[in-house]
């Protein structure tokens, strides 16, 4: 089943009774991912927090279905896509967003910045674009011969960074000190830069010519990487019955911002709220640990990893409409989170295996928390 599946609104599941056992498969398949209902019901024996530390989720949830809303006006399908960038908004984090030319990246990216009232930068990578291009770089003001700092364009809130890995090395560098410190350092000082800080970045993985491929440390810093596949038939049907008499895409005017700065704040900190227990943080661990001693792996996942699957487990159990992380949240974005951290071995990819292939056995094969 589909994360848009999981996160979309639902009837309150049926009442059950207490001390009921959970009883579901330990083997973890992203086809069968449990309904929404099941996810609510996770702890057996009632909900883990007292009345009085429970955390009121509906402006959250509200929220989402809004942007999801004013998304949906132009962009057909790509759900899983439009609830992780949502997901990873709301976790703190950047999202590299990864498929074939045509497919909507840029344009779900430009969408969802508008849904929030916010500085939206675009920063087109080429080949030729040096880190001050996109940094800032100090001149010399002639009227009072003084240098002053002009900012690059990263200095925004929603930051759209289009086709990266065509940029060069010391270019996609200078993203190292802005997406994990969320600073620029030039000459000597140190920039800070406007709260909310997104970064939404797209690669085409099919063509070599003119590109550079991104350093693992680059790769590290994204919180998510998402791979967007081809619409179906009937994807692809509503796409020409949306677009015949609207060539350039004039419905664009129609998405209206519903999210402020502030309330991006807000609820990012109730996110941070959601409960998770002693268990399901020795789960994480226990996962990402296994990357490190794999076979199949040549390198494994850092503790940045943990962190990143720690902050969207909390994000997705928030808009899922629960205060408190289940089994089945981690297990959702095990993948998301993992598989542009982990490199197989050679003789592995050359037999066709995939990070797909790895993460899930690794699930399979970890006791997971009652």
Do not use: C
Not at 192 to 203: G, S, Y
Not at 206 to 218: D, K, S
Not at 250 to 259: H, I, S
Request: no cysteine; net charge negative.
């Amino acid at each position: 089943m589909h994360l848009w599946k999981i996160l979309a609104p639902a009837a309150p599941p049926p009442n059950v009774p207490p001390n009921v056992p959970h009883e579901r498969s330990p083997e973890y398949d992203p086809e069968l991912t449990p309904s929404l209902g099941e996810l609510r019901e996770e702890r057996p024996g009632g909900h883990p927090l007292a009345p009085e530390d429970r955390i009121n989720l509906d402006a959250l949830h509200a929220a989402a279905d809004r942007i999801r809303a004013e998304v949906g006006k132009l962009i057909v399908g790509q759900r899983d896509l439009i609830d992780l960038l949502i997901v990873s908004l709301l976790a703190g984090g950047h999202v590299l967003v990864e498929g074939v030319p045509g497919i909507a990246k840029t344009l779900t990216a430009r969408l969802i910045a508008k849904t929030i009232d916010a500085e939206y930068r675009r920063i087109q990578f080429t080949p030729d674009l040096m880190p001050s291009d996109v940094t800032g770089t100090t001149v010399l003001n002639t009227s009072d011969a003084r240098f002053v700092f002009n900012r690059g364009p990263v200095f925004g809130n929603l930051i759209l960074i289009d086709e990266i890995n065509r940029a060069p090395a010391k270019t996609q560098a200078a993203l190292f000190e802005v997406m994990a410190e969320q600073q620029v350092t030039v000459d000597g000082t140190t920039h800070v830069l406007p709260d909310p800080f997104f970064v939404i970045a797209t690669q085409n993985p099919i063509e070599q010519e003119g590109t550079y491929r991104l350093p693992e440390a680059q790769l590290d810093r994204f919180l998510v990487r998402v791979v967007v596949d081809y619409p179906d038939q009937t994807e692809e049907r509503d796409i020409l019955y949306r677009f015949r008499s609207d060539f350039m895409q004039r419905q664009q005017e129609e998405v209206q911002a519903v999210l402020s700065k502030a309330q991006v704040a807000e609820y990012r900190a109730v996110v941070e709220k959601v409960f998770i227990r002693d268990e399901l943080l020795d789960y994480i661990a226990a996962v990402v640990y296994r990357t490190r001693t794999h076979p199949d792996l040549y390198l494994g996942a850092s503790p940045r990893a943990s962190l990143a699957i720690l902050r969207l487990s909390k994000a997705v159990a928030a808009l899922a409409g629960r205060d408190f992380v289940t089994p089945d949240d981690i297990q959702l974005v095990a993948f998301p989170a993992l598989n542009h951290r982990i490199i197989l071995t050679p003789e592995r990819e050359m037999e066709g295996f995939g990070t797909r292939d790895v993460i899930k056995e690794i699930l399979q094969g970890i006791e997971i928390p009652r």
